[in-house]
């Protein structure tokens, strides 16, 4: 379970401020907290696909996001304009849902997973029929990586 008062002190003391929230989702939803650089659209578009998936996404601006992604091991080769907390893991970039899916059900013994930059067609950097190939990585605290899906 997770402790909300530690959080809370790192949020205001990372200059946090509070995002605007979306439609309620079904109690079921997973709840995602998702930090982003201030103004940055393509990290709501990406929130948007989770949330018509079902999850009940909450943005937050960050004054200093990368001080919060060391906080919470994101190795640099993979960080990007935001990072999300889900369920006890991180996940960095425009990750697709299926391979949040995939992390949520099997449950490895990793921090998170991401992806690096910002692929055409990934979530919320879609661009008409064009796809680039990317990879989605696995990583643990100690910034060991590994690759988790290949997109």
């Known amino acids: 379970m997770r402790k909300t008062a530690p959080l809370t002190a790192a949020m205001l003391a990372l200059g946090v401020t509070a995002g605007h929230g979306q439609a309620a989702p079904t109690?079921?939803?997973?709840?995602?907290?998702?930090?982003?650089t201030v103004g940055c659209g393509c990290c709501s578009v990406w929130a948007e696909h989770l949330r018509k998936a079902g999850f009940k996404v909450s943005s937050m601006e960050v004054?200093?996001?990368?001080?919060?992604?060391?906080t919470y091991g994101v190795p640099r080769a993979i960080q990007t304009c935001h990072t999300a907390l889900v369920d006890g893991y991180v996940v960095e970039g425009h990750v697709p849902l299926d391979a949040i899916?995939?992390?949520?059900t099997?449950?490895?013994?990793v921090a998170g997973i991401g992806v690096a930059g910002m692929p055409i067609g990934s979530p919320g950097m879609e661009s008409g029929s064009r796809h680039d190939a990317y990879e989605v990585v696995a990583f643990d605290r100690e910034g060991k990586t590994s690759t988790y899906l290949k997109k």
């Open 101 to 104: 899916q995939k992390l949520l």
């Open 27 to 36: 109690p079921a939803a997973k709840a995602v907290t998702m930090y982003k």
């Open 106 to 109: 099997e449950r490895p013994k």
């Open 63 to 70: 004054a200093d996001l990368d001080r919060l992604k060391t």
